[in-house]
T-cell receptor, first 115, second 113 residues
Framework: EAGVTQFPSHSVIEKGQTVTLRCDPISGHDNLYWYRRVMGKEIKFLLH????????ESGMPNNRFLAERTGGTYSTLKVQPAELEDSGVYFC?????????????FGQGTRLTVV | QKEVEQNSGPLSVPEGAIASLNCTYS??????FFWYRQYSGKSPELIMF????GDKEDGRFTAQLNKASQYVSLLIRDSQPSDSATYLC?????????????FGTGTRLTIIP
């Protein structure tokens, strides 16, 4: 069974450009999460989808970030326009159910560098 | 005060010894607690979770939870070089159906052969 896959693995863009990150969750997982780790800091929650609906987007830094999950399958996270402080590793995770103790499986992350 | 605190390390432990990793959390309403292991450049992978006070054992790993002290730990017995990684403590917060993980910064563990 394929795990959570993220594309691209690395992205280097200039300040002001747009970048779109993609996450393919494990098939059948309704719950999809985006997290981010900025250099030297902890992994922080950004957003939670249940199927195609945003359950919680309280962690999104500002309106330059837009997440979508069309059809409840893969998800994209767009940053427009990118700023230097957006650099970090963006992780996607998926979970089968909303039960409290079910495991969230993480992708390998997309390392975003804004220069 | 950070919501989840871990000693960043690095923690060096001789091969075959017990590695002890500690974590404290600030939200008394936290329900469940997770330990993830992350190798450099790889995805975090779940080692164990615990939600009841006391110990939970799985192979060489034992998680300990003390909700009164808001403390959770991970013990690794018979440490192996392959255990060298960053260990992330995470707390599950949020209402039912809206759980999300709050992480500590991680403890870097090195097992010395």
């Amino acid at each position: 069974e394929a795990g959570v896959t993220q594309f691209p693995s690395h992205s280097v863009i200039e300040k002001g450009q747009t970048v779109t990150l993609r996450c393919d969750p494990i098939s059948g997982h309704d719950n999809l999460y985006w997290y981010r780790r900025v250099m030297g800091k902890e992994i922080k929650f950004l957003l939670h989808f249940v199927k195609e609906s945003k359950q919680d987007e309280s962690g999104m830094p500002n309106n330059r970030f837009l997440a979508e999950r069309t059809g409840g399958t893969y998800s994209t996270l767009k940053v427009q326009p990118a700023e230097l402080e957006d650099s970090g590793v963006y992780f996607c995770a998926s979970r089968a159910t909303a039960l409290m103790n079910t495991e969230a499986f993480f992708g390998q992350g997309t390392r975003l560098t804004v220069v | 005060q950070k919501e989840v605190e871990q000693n960043s390390g690095p923690l060096s432990v001789p091969e075959g010894a017990i590695a002890s990793l500690n974590c404290t959390y600030s939200d008394q309403g936290s329900q469940s607690f997770f330990w993830y292991r992350q190798y450099s450049g790889k995805s975090p992978e779940l080692i164990m979770f615990i939600y009841s006070n006391g110990d939970k054992e799985d192979g060489r790993f034992t998680a300990q939870l003390n909700k009164a002290s808001q403390y959770v730990s991970l013990l690794i017995r018979d440490s192996q070089p392959s255990d060298s990684a960053t260990y992330l403590c995470a707390v599950n917060k949020g209402d039912f159906g809206n759980e999300k993980l709050t992480f500590g910064t991680g403890t870097r563990l090195t097992i010395i052969p």
